[in-house]
């Protein structure tokens, strides 16, 4: 696979869903991505979205899924 990627562009959440779909062909949710990207250490901004509930459920990113993202990051330069 070629890389058309030039570090002026910016890994945004879209381009990492869009780039682990055509790679691996699965879908990712945005909150597997901020999870891996927690669990690599990287800075994040504030989620305003967050839940009111006292203890919210939490689905966590397949093992799987979390390999893919990874991918993702190193193709992006983030880790």
Known sequence: MQSN?????????????????????VNVHTRYIAE??????????ENFNKSKKENPK?????????EYIKDALKYFGLI
């Not at 891996?36 to 901004?45: A, F, I, N, P, Y």
């Not at 939490?58 to 979390?66: F, G, I, L, N, S």
């Open 5 to 25: 990627y030039t570090p002026a562009d910016k890994a945004t959440y879209g381009k990492i869903k869009e780039y682990v779909k055509e790679r691996h062909g």
């Open 36 to 45: 891996v990207k927690r669990m690599c250490g990287l800075e994040m901004g």
């Open 58 to 66: 939490v689905k966590h990113c397949p093992q799987e899924r979390v």
